[in-house]
């Protein structure tokens, strides 16, 4: 799985960093064209990334199909990092740049659109997308995840199925989370707090009140959120993505450890995750355009839907999946209190800092 994981200062440094039409790194190449397909093989037998995993959500299967289609083998290389830290990278290496792509969580591409680290350039699959789902150029949604509770249930033999039912005593200490100052995930699950506690995405108030409840109840456990740690019962109730919990789920009945993954009653969001490429990596700029282009093919959206995620253009009603694509889904009854929202109208940043002024101090 990708681990979000990264200091609080790199969410700070985002606020140093100036938007800029171009820079020595951009140099002269031409953004707006459409890429020189001959080239892709060879632009891209070095792939290194930022924050896109071969194990999260198939991105190893489907940057290889893409590569094969060209007559290519790519050497797919990846350094964890979170989202702001991808940002603050690709401006750090602008002049002599590294990093080609990175997977984000989709509130961050108007941030680095705003800081200038991605390049106005939208694939033509980009016109099957609703326009909050892109930007002006150099990122799109990719997938759709939703926050869910992963439950070992041998150790929680009553596993809650809302967001109310998290606060009992009954739970106390058991409940591991990513940190919203240092998570994607973390992020979007404070969202979906929020929304199923009547706010939205103008009002994130509801889950700042909530998770303040919820860590003065107790029943926050300081164990670090992972498939071992739900494995050992050390924090048997996690809040993570839906289909990260499916795949912890299927990789843990082989160990005979059963797991439950709850969509919360009380409701939930569908929170898409999005490809951002490097504007100042424009030695590999035709394999990035065509990359972009290629996540929304119907190819690369079915290798998502495979993983367990649901790709956007299911989710817009745009592409058809083979039964045999969602078979690692929760049963779609399961979905009825996940709500869309517009979520690239949220602040990340402002997460950040509202998590350590309401829910840490």
């Known amino acids: 799985m990708k681990h979000r994981t990264w200091a609080v200062i790199a969410a700070s440094s985002l606020f140093a960093l100036t938007a800029c039409g171009g820079s020595a790194g951009a140099g002269a190449y031409d953004w707006s064209a459409a890429p020189d397909t001959t080239k892709i093989a060879v632009q891209g037998k070095d792939l290194p990334t930022y924050g896109l995993a071969p194990d999260w959500a198939n991105y190893g299967e489907v940057v290889k199909t893409f590569c094969a289609k060209h007559q290519g083998t790519c050497d797919h290389k990846d350094t964890d990092m979170s989202s702001s830290e991808e940002i603050v990278k690709f401006d750090a290496e602008k002049d002599n740049p590294i990093g080609t792509a990175s997977d984000i969580g989709l509130m961050w591409g ?15 699959s980009a016109g099957k997308l609703k326009d909050w789902q892109k930007g002006k150029g150099g990122w799109v949604a990719t997938f759709v995840g939703a926050p869910a509770f992963v439950v070992n249930t041998d150790k929680v033999h009553n596993p809650p199925k809302s967001w109310q039912d998290l606060l009992k005593p009954e739970y106390k200490g058991q409940i591991a989370i990513k940190n919203p100052t240092s998570s994607g995930t973390g992020q979007a699950m404070v969202v979906a707090a929020a929304v199923a506690n009547g706010g939205s995405v103008d009002d994130l108030a509801p889950a700042y009140a909530y998770f303040k409840k919820l860590k003065d109840a107790g029943n926050l456990s300081d164990v670090k959120m992972s498939e071992e740690t739900l494995e050992k019962g050390e924090a048997p109730i996690q809040v ?24 919360p009653s009380d409701g939930s969001i569908w929170s898409p995750s999005g490809l951002m490429i490097n504007k100042y990596n424009t030695a590999k700029g035709d394999f990035l355009k065509g990359f972009l282009d290629y996540v929304l093919s119907d190819e690369a959206q079915t290798l998502f839907a495979k993983f367990g ?18 078979a690692n889904w929760l049963p779609e009854e399961s979905y009825a209190p996940v709500k869309e929202i517009e979520i690239t109208k949220i602040d990340p940043e402002q997460i950040v800092a509202d998590w350590e002024a309401k829910v840490l101090a």
């Not at 108007?110 to 033509?124: N, Q």
């Not at 956007?312 to 969602?326: Q, T």
Request: charged share 25%; hydrophobic share 45%; net charge positive.
């Open 110 to 124: 108007p941030v680095a659109e705003a800081k200038g680290v991605v390049p106005a350039y939208l694939p033509p």
């Open 240 to 263: 993570n993505y839906d289909f990260n919990g499916l795949a912890q789920k299927a990789a843990l009945k082989a160990k005979n450890v059963d797991v439950e993954v709850i969509i």
């Open 309 to 326: 995620a649901r790709p956007v253009r299911a989710l817009n009603g745009d592409l058809r999946l083979p039964a045999d694509a969602k």
